[in-house]
């Protein structure tokens, strides 16, 4: 059982046309779509294009050492993505803009991270998020401008990755469908990108790779959505 809004998103996809304009569904999809592009393009100067989801010490402990290996991993790192950064992104997004509720969000995935690697990636990406997204687009500009006044005025504010991008999301009119898979196509393609760094696949694989795995990561997505965390 699908819930909102992801089965709202595809039953929307199913009755509405190419030329229907009805809630806004023409040049408002396109607005978003061009914005999701953006935030997905491995451009994008945030760092995260750097981290490989634990790709290295995977390696390092004969855990992926070919390209089977390499899938598994691949469908388990898409899966801990879906259930453990995407909930806490869609907090950061339902907040609003109200910043309270935010830091308290941000609070709450500081805690969860109890491994000191993961937390200082996630804080680098997230400042580096933060700036880009002020700088880049201008719809989130203010709310931006006012997230980081907040968090140099508040040392407990780490600016986490996942609600920060929730919350700029939201300041970008995406919804939370596509903030939840954004974060995940971008988690896989980083994956799959430091597996080519690493000679694990070559550049044409990895692209193989990511296609065949699109099907079992929006599975998998769907799942999760439909059974949050609290």
């Given at each position: 059982q699908e819930t909102y809004p992801m089965a709202v998103e595809q039953k929307r996809r199913r009755t509405s046309g190419p030329g229907d304009e009805s809630a806004g569904a023409g040049v408002e999809r396109h607005d978003e779509m061009w914005i999701m592009m953006?935030?997905?393009?491995?451009?994008?100067p945030t760092g995260g294009f750097a981290h490989s989801s634990g790709l290295e010490a995977a390696r390092s402990k004969g855990l992926v050492r070919n390209v089977s290996d390499l899938e598994d991993f691949a469908v388990r790192v898409v899966s801990?993505?879906?259930r453990n950064t995407v909930p806490l992104a869609l907090k950061g997004w339902a907040c609003r803009g109200d910043l309270g509720e935010?830091?308290?969000v941000d609070r709450l995935t500081h805690a969860t991270m109890s491994n000191h690697v993961t937390r200082a990636a996630s804080e680098a990406v997230g400042s580096a998020l933060i700036r880009?997204?002020?700088a880049s687009f201008p719809a989130a500009a203010e709310s931006v401008s006012a997230l980081k006044k907040a968090a140099r005025a508040d040392p407990t504010l780490r600016c986490h990755m996942a609600p920060l991008f929730?919350?700029?999301?939201?300041e970008l009119s995406l919804s939370e469908a596509a903030t939840?898979?954004?974060?995940v196509f971008t988690t896989l393609r980083d994956l799959l990108s430091a597996a080519t760094r690493l000679n694990l696949v070559g550049p044409l694989e990895a692209n193989r790779l990511q296609c065949k795995l699109a099907a079992k990561a929006e599975a998998i997505v769907l799942e999760a959505a439909a059974n949050p965390f609290p």
């Open positions: 953006q935030l997905c393009d491995s451009a994008l801990a993505t879906a935010w830091a308290r880009v997204a002020g929730g919350f700029i999301c939201r939840s898979r954004m974060l």
